[in-house]
């Protein structure tokens, strides 16, 4: 067996390293006629039907395969059956073994048992429905991966074309995709015509990436001659071949990489579970303890397993389950309030616990739109306004310089806003066109105004649209100005500044002399240093002799100058920054978290953003910065000096776990560029190896397994794919990081009250478990029922634990290091001490005082009772004497005996007053705490309310056996109740007082 065991985790150990491997293939590498004869197929004819039904039969359909899930019976089940329920299903099942023994052995056997079983059994099922709902959570995530998949493809069979269901597509198809469409399997480009594809949900790349037939990469992933299965072709077309389906896709490998995740324990579960594991262990220690001294003290073997039930009963915190999910749930809901929608209720805490933030790039930290960030014209730098709300910096749109330049950018270009929005804000338009060229679109609607009044002034007569080989754009315009044509051009800026032998600077032309080249690289530099995308401009006012009006300007023989130019500037564009995430990058740092940006992008891109949103914070440098200070080759430097790190994925790919985990350690400030999905996953498992509760944000498909993987997936609400949806635990509504900030100080908030809704709870355990221990060992009246405790654990204590949920931060929450999950448990030995020992039993005290008050004024003063039980409790003895020399039936005994219970009861509500009111707070005093928690107050009021009516309703003698007490008898333990409140007033005084002191260590939960 322990072998067989063996083998299951080392396969899932392989499982996982599989998974991790990147993506290994040559089918981009090798020539089209090795390939084509590899997959038996022909670039015009394509497949014969008879072979494509002869591969699908193989291969099986293009789709991919659903994971197993848990059945839903399955899932219930654990919530029946699981931690506490357990405890109470042993107890009832006890009840009803000691009911049938006695049914078989007394005449009239008392019912007692019977409904105590009943109601514990109807507590176990109604909590276990209720957590179940609460928690159900089917694994959908396949589901969104089938509405990912393209429905229909256009594929080449016999030289004929064909449109049929994209399940239906094989390897060896020869495929024809167009803008729009999506790619229905993983192909090798054959032919393209400006052909672009949106990756972005795969690699992470904003950009639109060009596909053509060269191979450019030996990485699968960046090479442009392949096309991926469900990403989207947006502009352009061409043919391919395919060469993977289903699950053999890269989207597959991913999708199969997400659903074969194991999905580990929350930290709150398994706080709750440790939690569990020590209440049971002092539930069964004390019931089989003091079942083996019962048994030693002579009492019948029946007797002592009811003690065992009451023992069992008085030490499980019924109620407390359902209290800790309606908190969370709770949180959820004032979570999603602040734009943070979670899937998992336990999340909510995970997420206060985290101590590391993966976090995407492209959409979460920044806006997910390119945006004019920076203008060089007239030989000086120009910053443009970067912000959401166009508050930014503003510059000179007089001079001559701008006016060439705005000219340029506005007419050599294809975007167009969509139609109908001219009542949205122009940053907010959809463009037709791609994103560097509708970054520009926008930026001049602002700065000019109607940009298609200005084209429309401008005809456009020829054009020469952008390639990859020549790396420029051509349009020539009429031009009002001057009666002829006007010659724009953009393209790379080193391609454009070599067609161009003039600049125009401050209105004049000037020879493009070395002085002023070195200008322009220094400008280019600077801004490509900056992570910006920088495109050149340069014009042409063509001679009116040379091209009259009417000239028949040709694009494919270019019977115009294309040299001899004139520059005009570059404008260079980025995705900037959200506005509110420097703050909230900040607010991590200050509350112990370290924020991680992983990204498909450039590292210099990368690099920059992190500058800008404070992950590498001001003056602090990688390994590359202080080789360039020191100028020194990078090898010298120590990587330890460096609390920064900016590692390619290339890099990456060869370390080993120690290394990435010698990186994570000893830098404080780390990008991770260029990395691939399943290096997001390696991170994240680095990252847990250090200890750490990992959070990891995410939009795209590729990030879908690693956000399955962390303690905590937050996905993108509005530019997520239904997939990373799927596989996280909590969506951001708005996109914006800054709401994980808020998430993580309601997640500390819910632990912090958790804990002080347990403490509350967890104290009347001692005033529950004492009456019988003294019960047993001193052979007195029962002080205390069973029935009695559960109307304490599910009826008066219920609403004060959940209104503990809504109490307010209690200091500066967001200032403290993150909880460390080995040491900062949600229960731990000093809160068993504070609420057993110190609390607790001042609590038993006054359950006792009103005990012995009542069987005093009764007659049966304290030291008559002790070894008193079997007189008591024998019905044949109707005339049981008290110290005046009454007599006592055995009718009138058990009423003064239920009276008794009753006070009890009473009693432990009143001093769970006190108990109340001090949990508000765990070090502040109540001073400054205040009463503000409006719900709590209602506890308070409703549990004295329903005391009184459980105490005074008619018919609770016969139901519940609570008979009507004097008013009197409730100002019994109201001295006991003060005593609570004063003595830990006092204790937190000391603890403020003297942080880290002697009450700290012993008292401090």
């Not at 072979?51 to 019976?73: F, I």
Request: hydrophobic share 40%; charged share 20%; proline share 5%.
């Amino acid at each position: 067996m322990a072998k067989a065991n063996g083998n299951k985790s080392s396969k899932k150990e392989t499982n996982l390293d599989e998974l991790k491997q990147e993506v290994s293939m040559d089918e981009h590498k090798i020539t089209l006629g090795e390939l084509y004869s590899r997959l038996g197929t022909h670039p015009d004819h394509g497949l014969t039907p008879a072979r494509a039904k002869e591969v699908l039969l193989r291969d099986g359909p293009n789709a991919l395969t659903p994971p197993k899930t848990t059945p839903e019976w399955v899932k219930f089940c654990k919530q029946l059956f699981g931690g506490f329920a357990l405890l109470l299903w042993i107890g009832a099942f006890l009840c009803f073994f000691a009911y049938a023994i006695q049914a078989t052995s007394e005449d009239e056997p008392a019912p007692d048992n019977l409904y105590l079983g009943v109601v514990l059994a109807v507590v176990v099922i109604i909590t276990g429905i209720f957590s179940y709902y609460q928690e159900a959570k089917s694994s959908a995530i396949m589901e969104s991966f089938k509405s990912l998949v393209p429905q229909y493809a256009t594929v080449i069979r016999e030289g004929q074309k064909h449109t049929i269901s994209a399940e239906e597509v094989v390897i060896g198809d020869i495929v024809e995709v167009k803008g729009g469409d999506r790619i229905p399997a993983d192909i090798r480009i054959i032919k393209a015509h400006g052909c672009k594809v949106d990756n972005s949900s795969l690699t992470g790349e904003s950009e639109p990436q060009t596909r053509s037939p060269e191979l450019t990469s030996d990485n699968p992933l960046e090479t442009r001659n392949l096309a991926f299965f469900s990403t989207n072709c947006v502009e352009g077309a061409a043919i391919g071949c395919v060469i993977h389906t289903g699950d053999r896709t890269i989207m597959g490998r991913i999708a199969n990489l997400a659903s074969g995740l194991e999905m580990g324990e929350t930290p709150i579960a398994k706080e709750i579970a440790h939690f569990i594991h020590i209440i049971t262990g002092v539930a069964v220690f004390l019931g089989v303890t003091f079942f083996i001294i019962a048994f030693i003290l002579g009492y019948h073997w029946l007797d002592a397993v009811i003690f065992l039930i009451g023992i069992i009963v008085a030490n499980v915190p019924e109620g407390l389950l359902a209290t800790v999910t309606v908190c969370l749930t709770l949180t959820a809901k004032r979570m999603a309030s602040k734009n943070c929608l979670v899937k998992n209720l336990e999340a909510v805490e995970t997420l206060g616990s985290t101590s590391t933030i993966c976090s995407d790039k492209t959409g979460t930290l920044t806006q997910n739109r390119m945006t004019v960030a920076h203008m060089w014209f007239d030989n000086h730098i120009i910053e443009a306004d970067t912000t959401e709300d166009q508050s930014g910096v503003s510059y000179d749109k007089s001079s001559p310089g701008w006016k060439a330049l705005s000219r340029a950018a506005t007419l050599c270009s294809r975007a167009e806003f969509k139609a109908n929005q001219e009542n949205i804000p122009i940053l907010k338009r959809e463009c037709a066109g791609d994103a560097s060229e509708s970054a520009i679109l926008k930026c001049m609607e602002i700065a000019l105004g109607n940009v298609m009044d200005f084209r429309r002034k401008n005809q456009k007569n020829c054009e020469i649209p952008f390639n990859s080989t020549n790396k420029y754009h051509v349009t020539i315009h009429d031009s009002p100005e001057t009666g002829g044509y006007l010659l724009c051009m953009k393209g790379a800026p080193e391609r454009i500044l070599d067609r161009c032998s003039t600049i125009f600077i401050n209105g004049e032309e000037k020879v493009l002399n070395d002085e002023l080249k070195d200008a322009f690289n220094t400008a280019y530099l600077e801004l490509g240093g900056l992570g910006e995308r920088v495109i050149g401009f340069c014009d042409l006012p063509l001679p009116v002799d040379k091209f009259p009006k009417g000239y028949p300007f040709d694009a494919d023989e270019a019977n115009f100058p294309l040299d001899n130019l004139r520059f005009l500037g570059l404008i260079s564009m980025i995705d900037p920054p959200r506005a509110a995430v420097p703050d909230a990058v900040a607010k991590c740092r200050s509350a112990g978290i370290k924020v991680i940006m992983v990204t498909g992008d450039h590292p210099i891109t990368a690099k920059a953003i992190a500058k800008a949103v404070g992950i590498i914070s001001e003056g602090t440098e990688t390994v590359e910065d202080i080789a360039n200070r020191l100028n020194i080759p990078v090898e010298n430097v120590n990587p330890r000096d460096a609390k920064a790190a900016v590692i390619h994925g290339q890099e990456l790919k060869d370390m080993t776990s120690e290394e990435i985990d010698e990186v994570l350690r000893h830098h404080t400030e780390i990008v991770f560029a260029r990395t691939s999905p399943q290096q997001k996953l390696i991170i994240v498992e680095g990252c847990q190896r250090q200890g750490a509760i990992v959070a990891v944000t995410g939009d795209g498909v590729n990030d879908s397994p690693a956000l399955k993987k962390a303690d905590i997936g937050v996905a993108m609400g509005i530019a997520g794919s239904d997939v990373s949806k799927q596989a996280a635990d909590m969506i951001l509504l708005d996109d914006n990081f800054a709401s994980i900030v808020t998430g993580v100080e309601e997640g500390r908030l819910i632990f912090d009250n958790l804990k002080k809704s347990i403490a509350y709870t967890l104290t009347s355990n001692i005033p529950e478990i004492s009456p019988f221990l003294f019960f047993i060992i001193f052979n007195t009246p029962l002080p205390l029922g069973t029935v009695t405790i559960l109307c304490i654990d599910l009826g008066t204590d219920m609403v004060p634990a959940i209104s503990l949920a809504y109490e307010q931060a209690e200091s500066d929450i967001m200032k403290r290091q993150p909880r460390d999950p080995q040491h900062d448990k949600l229960v731990n030995e000093r809160l068993i001490s504070v609420s057993y020992g110190q609390i607790g039993m001042i609590q038993a005290a006054a359950g006792f005082f009103s005990y012995f008050i009542i069987m005093a004024e009764h007659g049966f003063w304290g030291w008559m009772l002790f070894g008193l039980r079997e007189k008591w409790d024998s019905q044949g003895v109707n005339d049981l004497e008290d110290a005046a020399g009454q007599e006592w039936t055995y009718h009138a005994r058990k009423k003064l005996e239920y009276t008794c219970h009753t006070a009890f009861f009473v009693a432990i509500v009143v001093v769970q007053w006190a108990d109340l009111i001090i949990c508000k707070t765990r070090r502040n005093s109540l001073v400054h705490q205040k009463m503000k928690n409006h719900v709590l107050n209602f506890g308070l009021v409703f549990e004295t309310a329903l005391a009184a009516f459980l105490s005074y309703c008619p018919g609770m003698p016969i139901l519940l056996r609570l008979y009507p007490l004097k008013f009197t008898w409730w100002l019994v333990p109201i001295p006991f109740s003060l005593l609570i409140f004063v003595y830990d007033e006092i204790r937190r005084f000391i603890l403020r007082r003297n942080p880290g002191g002697w009450v700290e260590l012993e008292t401090y939960y």
